[in-house]
């Protein structure tokens, strides 16, 4: 590689304690998190035969009892991960300005979030609900449906949490590492965390890891530049020497159409994976869903600053074809051993926290709407949090993605079927539950079948009439799914039909 040292032992030691800490205090979590929130330890629930319910939303859900100051913590960290500090600046490098489509996918999320959550958080906290799988039942009357969106959220989730292994391999590989001995001791350290700390591991660590990450940006945004030039000589070398690798910087009019709908089919799937989903649930009140809709928005700043990242390492001269390693390539180059050590933590920590959550919220589906109610336990969940994990070190082994980014793009094509059933059961539209189900159907081959063809890539030329365009996979297979349901409720309409939210 051009001009990147090889990290030394100070690096690692400094990593090898930032990142152990965050893993022993979230294992630990149930030994002293009431010290963290003021209150004592509830006393245990009345134990029932073939059933634990209280310990299995305890683990799950948190008990329901996260304030906004932990929610905002909670929901900003399973929503910014190893996608933000590691696969956005990756594809930045790779491709330009098109790498920013993440910036308004962001910020058009956000008004969704703040009139659609809280309804949702008021319906599953009424009904008992701990997932999307089990509100759909309850609104539709359908098993059938409910197994659909539950499957669709357990695999949907896979590739995502994949992409979260991508990101502490990639810091643990720049540390020296080589072979499949980073992939293990990222494996390793995600299983052991959420196993022994559920959900109250990642909530009560996540502003570890936020604090870590903003000291690790703040750094970077501002002695980079320095170190470089400043801003304006950083964009004068972008415009006049540096070629990407795969594209021109400045974004193409024929890029333009896969800019807004990747922004567009994100922003829609972002709240519905089952990992952000739960984040939501587990809040104490629909006005702390508003209230972490309204401070949200505080992340996005972060998140255009971190995607700038992929610039500067253009112009501070790294030349990798890897892309996902550019960020650590330029941290080493740039920054002492000492906080290169501490940012690749940062990093790690940022993509394990919300692994956990993903992993919780998966078991949480697999335990509550696919297996039988008495299999429900916490040992249960663990084994299934855990099989999830496998899956998804299985996609990063198997899964040929160009970008560490497609990974979750393919989570996304997914997990946006699931929001005609979840979404448009708010409205005063009437589907069917079988209108739902053959939409589901119709629309999850339309477009795993895409992706398939396209080499998972997350766009898909359409071509109508003499009209030719790139289009989100995700957004065309919606369009056919709510195309589909809303025929087929006119032909076969039932009794199971959604009703819209007070």
Sequence with gaps: MNGIPAADTIALVVFVLFFGLTIVAGSTVSHWKGWFSGRKKAPPAPHVEGHSGHDTEEWGLGGREFGAWVTWFLVGGDFYTA????????????????????????????????????????IANDGGHATAADMIRARFGSRTLELAVAFSGLIAVMPYIALQLIGIRTVVEALGFSGQIPLVIAFVSLAAYTWLGGLHAPALTAFIKDIMIYIAVIAAVTLIPIKLGGYGHMFDVMNSVVALPDADHVMKASQLMPYATLALSSALAAFLYPHTLTGILAAKSADTVRQNAVYLPIYTIVLGL??????????????????????????????????????????????????????????????????????????????????????????????????????????????????????????????????????????????????????????HTLAIGGWSELVSTGLIALVVNIIVAGVVSVIVPNRSVAVAAE
């Design 83 to 122: 996608y933000t500090v590691i696969a956005v600046p990756a594809l930045v490098y790779a491709v330009g300005a098109y790498g920013f489509f993440a910036l308004p996918y962001t910020i058009i999320v956000y008004p969704f979030i703040f009139i659609v959550m809280p309804k949702l958080w008021k």
């Design 306 to 459: 971190i995607a700038l990242l992929g610039m500067m390492a253009h112009v501070a001269g790294i030349d990798t074809t890897v892309s996902s390693m550019v960020v650590p390539y330029l941290f080493l180059k740039l920054f002492p051993d000492w906080f290169a050590g501490f940012a690749f933590a940062a990093i790690a920590v940022g993509a394990l926290v919300p692994a956990a959550v993903m992993a919780i919220g998966a078991a949480n589906l697999l335990t509550n709407n696919i297996l039988p109610k008495s299999y429900a336990g916490v040992t249960t969940s663990r084994v299934a949090a855990f099989g999830v994990k496998l899956g998804a070190l299985l996609c990063v082994m198997f899964l040929n993605a160009k970008f560490a980014i497609d990974l979750q793009l393919l989570g996304g094509v997914i997990i946006l079927q699931t929001f005609p059933a979840l979404i448009l059961g708010l409205t005063k539209f009437r589907f069917s539950s079988t209108g739902m189900l053959a939409g589901w159907v119709v629309g999850t081959v339309v477009g795993l079948g895409m992706c398939w063809s396209d080499g998972l890539k997350p766009v």
